[in-house]
């Protein structure tokens, strides 16, 4: 059963904003055991499925904010009291963003021929035995 001191420096790890000496400052015990509790299963999981929570917000904020920057753009791109050079930029980026950067295709085609030559076979063969008899 975790306590709350675990629940505390759980939610504090996982944001990952303070060392674990302050960590443990603020609840209030031994950064060792901070250590020693990160050991235990259910705190660990526990502590995984916080972190994992904060990734979570984390893209949903950055989501939220992308959407207001092509908004943004947008507009920039699309006002006629803009320079044609921002809008230009603006509509480049945009266009960047959302279906990526256009990059050179270049195709590279390799053949080979899973046939050999007869006559490079007996002369690679002759070329063996000569080296044999040689021996």
Not at 13 to 25: H, N, P, V
Not at 36 to 48: G, I, N, P, V
Not at 66 to 82: H, P, R, T, V, Y
């Amino acid at each position: 059963m975790l306590d709350e001191r675990k629940i505390k420096s759980i939610s504090l790890l996982a944001e990952g904003r303070k060392t674990m000496q302050a960590i443990a400052d603020e609840i209030g015990v031994s950064r060792n055991a901070l250590y020693l509790w990160r050991k235990d299963k259910e705190y660990s999981l526990e502590l995984d499925n916080e972190i994992q929570n904060f990734k979570l917000l984390a893209q949903q904020e950055r989501s939220a904010r992308a959407k207001n920057w092509f908004k943004k753009l947008e507009n920039i791109g699309m006002d006629d009291s803009q320079k044609t050079k921002d809008q230009l930029d603006a509509l480049k980026t945009l266009l960047a963003y959302s279906e990526g950067t256009p990059t050179s295709k270049v195709e590279i085609t390799e053949t080979k021929s899973n046939e050999v030559d007869k006559e490079t076979i007996e002369d690679e063969i002759k070329k063996w035995k000569k080296s044999k008899e040689e021996q």
